[in-house]
């Protein structure tokens, strides 16, 4: 996030003499080792340690360097031939550079573990799938019919709770606020985190380069945090029956009126439900009202039942 990155110039790469062992050789302006006149190994370049590079002032950079195809000793990006022998550069290829850092070797082994694992997730799949979800087809009597209808019931009442003030219901009152933290924003503060990097530009120097990211602090937003009453319709608990046989009923007794107005204290019906149960060998299945009225007592129906256990699946009625 809005990263700054400024140049801070450009510096030797540094080299050791592999002829004569002198150590911390200047690789732009010693092409050559200041001791015994031997040529520079591109390829053993490296960067100064702290405190010891050298600026070079005014540095044009035209390209990275290219190795001499006879000689090996580096060449400049615009040279047509080599200054050291003279043979043509053409298609000389470039000098390798110092990589920021090497990728780690891959690991054999890894492959092998994911592999194991892969395997061993897809037998315990089949494993459970075997023991607990394999079924077979079975013919079973259906023993009887059951069945359950419940008639909801609602009480108008108060209800107090707490919400941000442009969360409010429209029907709110009683409604008391006071400043809390709801939020925070990100502030800049002036101040930046900054880090430097050294990039080889194999033409002997490297390029200093400062990035920087700007350091935000949190701030806390206050907003409006309000205790409120809503009046409404609110679910005590439902009148039910139950009954077996194929003709269901609703509760008639202990009922409020289906309609009252909204005054507290009143109660009217709320949602009614229904479940349909089939009796069979010993289990029990609830199923549609289509599936219930299908069968009858004391028909054979051919299902599905798990081969572990025995237990019927009863979305297979
Ligand atoms: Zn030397
Ligand atoms: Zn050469």
Redesign the pocket.
């Known amino acids: 996030m809005g990263e700054r990155i400024e140049s801070e110039g450009h510096y030797e790469m540094l080299y050791d003499c592999e002829h004569c062992g002198t150590k911390r050789l200047l690789a732009k302006s010693q092409r050559h080792c200041a001791e015994c006149g031997a040529p520079q190994n591109p390829d053993k370049r490296y960067f100064p340690a702290e405190g010891e590079a050298q600026r070079v002032d005014g540095h044009q950079y035209e390209g990275a360097d290219r190795h001499?195809p006879?000689?090996n000793?580096p060449q400049g990006a615009k040279g047509k031939n080599?200054t050291?022998?003279g043979?043509a550069l053409d298609g000389a290829r470039e000098v390798k550079g110092v990589v920021a850092a090497p990728p780690p070797p891959k690991k054999r082994r890894r492959q092998w573990i994911v592999l194991a694992v892969v395997a061993g997730i897809a037998l315990l799949v089949f494993g459970i799938w075997f023991a607990f979800f394999r079924t077979k087809a079975a013919e079973l009597v259906i023993s009887s019919h059951r069945w359950e209808r419940a008639i909801g019931v609602e009480e108008y009442g108060e209800k107090h709770d707490d919400a941000w003030r442009d969360q409010l219901p429209e029907d709110a009152r009683d409604v008391t606020c006071q400043q809390k933290k709801r939020s925070t924003r990100k502030v800049e503060t002036g101040e930046e985190d900054c880090h430097t990097e050294r990039h080889d530009k194999k033409d002997g120097t490297y390029e200093q380069i400062k990035k920087c990211t700007p350091i935000y602090r949190e701030e806390a937003v206050e907003d409006d945090w309000c205790r409120y009453t809503v009046r409404q319709w609110r679910a005590l608990d439902p009148i039910k029956i139950t009954g077996g046989g194929r003709s269901p009923a609703w509760p008639t007794e202990g009922l409020p009126p289906p309609q009252s107005p909204p005054v507290l204290g009143m109660r009217r019906q709320g949602k009614r439900t229904e479940t349909f149960m089939l009796d069979i060998a010993g289990q029990s299945c609830e199923v549609p009202a289509a599936t219930w009225n299908k069968y009858s007592d004391g028909q054979k129906v051919k299902v599905e039942v798990r081969a572990s256990s025995g237990k019927i699946v009863c979305d297979s009625l």
């Open positions: 001499c006879s000689c000793t080599c050291q022998c043979a």
